[in-house]
């Protein structure tokens, strides 16, 4: 089974500058994704960004990237430049790559960021 | 949220009650999501169908849980006899089939008093 760890209940940015929110995960498996959620208040869930573990390079997607150590399993997140519109609650996941048709991600308990002016 | 439709949004029943939570996927969508997510909790998955066959229940959490998708289009969550642990927002999802990510619809929030 996966497990997926995040630390951090709650993080604290300002307006413009950078935030790391951190995420662990445990797996077996050699081949797998991981992810980042974006739930607003709306209680959306939004694909932030997504890395496969086969991949050396760390996925970027404007002002998100992400630290990947496979040999640590460490999945950070790293926001640049905050803005009010980051405030949110931020999930970890992962899945495994088994037959690449099942999608039973696992997720981790949230960090709820706020950014503040 | 992305293609996937929910109804009720909102849902607020008695304990002992009935109830039925529908997804609608754009269509010619293979795979369907229920996930479950608590207050103050990440969403965990309860189960999931490739057109009209359920592949994996194993996250519902009792007998009282079920669902279904008949004709590989829409489908419902349907809770029995629901009690108050029951609340949560209930989710749908479909899957990018290569990357297996999932795009969320906007969920339906229980509520059992």
């Known amino acids: 089974a996966q497990t997926v760890t995040q630390s951090q209940p709650e993080m604290s940015v300002q307006e413009a500058e950078t935030v790391t929110l951190s995420c662990t995960y445990d797996t077996s498996e050699s081949d797998y994704y991981l992810f980042w959620y974006k739930q607003p208040p709306s209680r959306q869930m939004i694909l932030v960004i997504r890395q496969e573990a086969y991949k050396q390079q760390n996925a970027t997607e404007n002002r998100f990237s992400v630290n990947f150590q496979k040999a640590a399993k460490s999945f950070s997140l790293k926001i640049s430049d905050s803005q009010l519109g980051d405030a949110a609650m931020y999930f970890c996941?992962?899945?495994?790559?088994?037959?690449?048709?099942?999608?039973?991600?696992?997720f981790g308990t949230g960090t709820r960021l706020q950014v503040t002016l | 949220g992305a293609g996937v439709s929910q109804s009720p949004r909102y849902k607020v029943t008695k304990r002992g009650q009935d109830v039925a939570l529908r997804c609608d996927p754009i269509?010619?969508?293979?795979?369907l999501y229920w996930y479950r997510q608590a207050l103050g909790q990440g969403p965990e998955f309860l189960t999931y169908?490739?057109?009209?066959?359920?592949?994996?229940k194993s996250g519902l959490p009792n007998d009282r849980f079920s669902a279904e998708r008949p004709e590989g289009s829409i489908s419902t969550l349907t809770i029995q006899r629901t009690e108050q642990r029951d609340s949560a927002m209930y989710r749908c999802a479909i899957a990018r089939l290569n990357t297996g990510e999932l795009f969320f619809g906007e969920g339906s929030r229980l509520t059992v008093l």
């Open positions: 269509s010619g969508h293979v795979s």
């Open positions: 169908f490739n057109y009209e066959a359920q592949q994996d």
């Open positions: 996941a992962s899945r495994r790559d088994n037959t690449g048709t099942a999608s039973k991600l696992t």
